[in-house]
């Protein structure tokens, strides 16, 4: 009787984190649809990335790259001839990007935390994937300067349609580095495949100015994505308490952090910074408070969801939740929670090239998770 009582107490907070059977229809506003973990046993999943060839590459932030077949079969040896990588409080291995040929040239992108002089600080290296190795690894971007701590990597990676890489990256946690000029912290940056900078990078000319700086006074952007109508670069980042944003980045434009947000400090609840605007910074298009925690960014255009289109799909962490933005040109129209509490921290959300929706959830037996769509009974 003991064991059947425990078992009974047990149940209930299973069923609160159990990923819904595949015959459970989730009713949303335009779509029903089912969640359906299609891997699991990742421990931490960050990010994932789609091969033409079927097979995935999913990061694990201890440090591990792994690749999933195309039947989602996870093999059990991970990539190897990966860089150096220290893996401390929220750093370790991050996003994974594929170049814009990978067909050709096979090369992938990894963004991930090392270790240098004074500290740690996000990195960014490419080798060609061959098998199970990366061989020819390169480091083509190096955050200066580092410093202790490890908190606010950013880390996302982005490629616009001429071929030139964004690298979104945190303030350390040290939020007076954001609006510091000579400082790669609080910025995003953009940079040729190779590392090279753009010569029309906004700030090249400028003297005291870091010439790979595409924007500044960014906290921690850990969700972007290229918009398929426009080609700008869409990005959301995380508040203080309260006050998480979603921007469009554009050369030289100054985000405001931390002088102005819509946030305030963790436990004392004081304010930051000068209030909500000032001239010559930005205005978020959407912000949340409080804080769902916001992180992975993907821009539905696929033909499984077809009222879907076009809409932001934004993974909450403290939120726990999928959330869905709709846009009027850059006016936000509507906002839908979805798969509260169901799945647990949602990192990464990415569109696949088969049409389905796919998040990632931030827990050490992580798991993927594919929505598809059903017909509501």
Known sequence: MPLLRSLFLLLPALAATAIPAAESVIRSQEHAFRAVAVARGLEFPWSLAFLPDGRRLVTERPGRLRLLDSDWTLD????????????????????????????????????????????????????????????????????????????????????????????????????????????????????????????????????????????????????????????????????????????????????????????VEYVIGTKIGEGTHKPGMEQPLHIWVPSIAPSGLAIYQGDRFPRWRGDLFVGALRGQELVRLRFDGERQVKEERLLNGTLGRIRDVRAGPDGYLYVLTDAGDGEIVRLEPATAP
Do not use: C, M
């Open 76 to 263: 059990p040896k991970p990539v190897q001839g990966l860089p150096e990588i220290a893996a401390s409080g929220q750093g370790g291995l991050l996003d994974v990007a594929l170049h814009p040929r990978f067909a050709e040239n096979g090369l992938i992108y990894l963004s991930y935390t090392a270790r240098g002089a004074g500290g740690i600080g996000t990195e960014v290296a490419r080798g060609r994937l061959v098998d199970h190795r990366l061989e020819n690894v390169q480091v083509i971007f190096r955050q200066q300067p580092k410093s202790n701590g490890g908190r606010h990597f950013g880390s996302r990676l982005v490629f616009d349609r001429n071929g030139l890489l964004y690298i979104t990256l945190g303030d350390r946690g040290e939020q007076e580095r954001a609006q510091k000029t000579d400082d790669l912290a609080g910025k995003i940056v953009r940079l040729h495949d190779d590392g090279r900078i753009p010569k029309d990078n906004p700030f090249v000319k400028q003297p005291g100015v870091r010439p790979e700086i595409f924007s500044l006074g960014n906290r921690n952007v850990q969700g972007a994505a290229l918009h398929p109508a426009t080609g700008e670069l869409w990005t959301h980042e995380h508040g203080p308490q309260g006050g998480d944003e979603v921007n469009i980045i554009r050369a030289g434009r100054n985000y405001g952090w931390p002088v102005i947000t819509y946030g």
